[in-house]
């Protein structure tokens, strides 16, 4: 068999045009637009990717980088990786993993973490049998949108609905409630918005994450909840990326309204389905997922191992 090379990607347009490709046929959830990914490297400029060729056909991918919620200086490198499937069983996985092994520590890591899908238990045995463990599980779910009717938008007494492109001066009002979400997200680890600059480089000013689809629940001049959406799948998945509230506001059918009011956004960008995911044990939301028709999609599976030193 020919050698493998790695070729890394940079802001080479040609070269992240192909990764992209890469991620959209191999890992569709997580694929990401070149301007997504040019985008990125303002926030993490560490963060490095490579396609790996051989004989001059593109075989697979990997990226290594920071774990954007996490502080900046937390020792877990957040690694991608996939080999499409005429090649797999050669070998090619284990030298792609090894480079994201030996990468890791020259950007100040000293572990990886490394998602999976459910529906692909071989990549789940190819990471166990090399010593990494499942460290996080979300609930995955998605809607279907054909045949779709937008459901009514029922807002609770004084609050209306908005968006970002429409009421931009709402950002630090969005931020502000965005740190008390993540502050309560039943991840393993804390979590964090970050900074406001941070969080608007990764949250808000996103390619494909357009600012109509970034809804707002409003009382006055704060927002008491808000809802992430993003273009995915070039078009064809809108994902919900995130539903929230203020802690004063939850319970009183703020995030029930708001995933209404994406339902509709989705139904109007022509979309074919909608996605989302839920931590396991964040029952309130995913009971609203199941009145919305939302069905199971195989889960979210984060899995922890080691890097050479």
């Known amino acids: 068999m020919a050698s493998l090379e790695l070729v890394g990607v940079g802001t080479d347009r040609a070269l992240l045009d192909l990764f992209g490709d890469l991620t959209l046929e191999l890992t569709p959830e997580w694929s990401r637009s070149t301007d997504q990914m040019l985008s990125a490297l303002a926030l993490d400029p560490t963060q490095r990717r490579v396609v790996a060729m051989l004989a001059g056909e593109p075989v697979g991918f ?79 779910v998605e809607l279907p949108l054909a045949g779709v009717v937008a459901p009514p938008v029922e807002l609770p007494d004084g609050v209306r609905l908005s968006s970002l492109a429409d009421e931009p001066g709402l950002r630090q009002s969005a931020y502000e409630t965005a740190v008390e979400i993540f502050a309560d997200l039943p991840d393993p680890e804390p979590v964090s918005a970050g900074s406001f600059e941070e969080w608007r480089m990764r949250d808000v000013d996103v390619p494909d994450g357009p600012l109509d689809g970034y809804l707002l629940a409003i009382a006055g001049d704060t927002v008491v909840g808000y809802c992430r959406l993003m273009i995915e799948e070039r078009g064809a998945v809108v994902g919900h990326l995130m539903t929230g509230t203020r802690r004063d506001w939850r319970g009183q059918g703020v995030a029930k309204a708001l995933k209404h009011a994406a339902i509709a956004w989705a139904l109007g960008r022509g979309a074919q389905r909608m996605t989302a995911e839920n931590a396991i044990g964040n029952e309130a939301m995913r009971g609203i997922n199941r009145t919305l028709g939302f069905l199971p999609a195989p889960d979210f599976i984060e899995m922890r191992g080691p890097v050479c030193v």
């Open 62 to 140: 990997v990226t290594v980088g920071r774990i954007w919620v996490l502080p900046i200086d937390d020792p877990t490198a957040w690694c991608e990786m996939g080999v499409r499937e005429p090649y797999r069983r050669q070998g090619i996985g284990c030298q792609i993993l090894a480079w994201a092994q030996e990468t890791a520590p020259l950007i100040g890591r000293s572990r990886l973490q490394i998602p999976c899908r459910g529906n692909r238990p071989d990549g789940v045995a190819f990471l166990q049998h090399r010593d990494f463990t499942e460290y996080d599980r979300m609930a995955c």
